[in-house]
C-alpha cells in the first residue's frame, strides 16, 4: 500500500508556473504508476498526466499537452507536474493517483491509491 501527499498547490496569475508535488510512502515507489487528476468546482474529474513505472512514457489530456510535464524521482518518491502558461480554465483541486498496473496506465479508473488534492487556482 501506499500513500500519497500533494503539495505547491496555490494561487497564480494567467500565464504562470505552478510545480505541483506529490510524495509516496513506502519502498516500492518504482514500481507504481503515477498520475494526477483534477477536478473543477461543479465539473468532472478530468484525467490529466501520467507515467510509467520507470518514467519511460507519459500521457497528458490534450488541454495541457505542450505546457504541463509530468516527472518522477524514484529516489526520492515524488513525483512531479510541472505547469506553466497556466490558463483560469486550470483551475481545480489535483490529485495525485497511484496504480500497481504496470504499463500505460491511461486512465483514472486504473488508479486505486489517491491523495487529498491541492488547491491549484489561476487567476485571469
Known amino acids: 500500500q501506499v500513500q ?3 503539495s505547491g498547490g496555490g494561487l497564480v496569475q494567467a500565464g ?3 510545480r505541483l508535488s506529490c510524495a509516496a510512502s513506502g519502498r ?7 498520475g494526477w487528476v483534477r477536478q473543477a468546482t461543479g465539473k468532472v474529474s ?6 510509467t513505472w520507470t518514467g519511460a512514457n507519459t500521457y497528458y489530456a ?3 499537452k505542450s ?9 526520492k518518491n515524488t513525483v512531479y507536474l ?3 502558461s497556466m490558463k483560469p480554465e486550470d483551475t481545480a483541486v489535483y490529485y495525485c493517483a497511484a496504480t500497481q498496473i504496470e504499463g500505460r496506465t491511461w486512465s483514472a479508473e486504473l488508479y486505486n491509491y489517491w ?5 491549484v487556482t489561476v487567476s485571469s
Open 115 to 119: 491523495g487529498q488534492g491541492t488547491q
Open 62 to 64: 490534450d488541454c495541457v
Open 16 to 18: 504562470g508556473s505552478l
Open 4 to 6: 500519497l501527499v500533494e
Open 67 to 75: 505546457r504541463f510535464f509530468i516527472s518522477r524521482d524514484n529516489d
Open 28 to 34: 516500492t515507489f518504482s514500481r507504481y504508476g503515477m
Open 46 to 51: 478530468e484525467f490529466v498526466a501520467a507515467i
Open 82 to 84: 510541472q505547469m506553466n
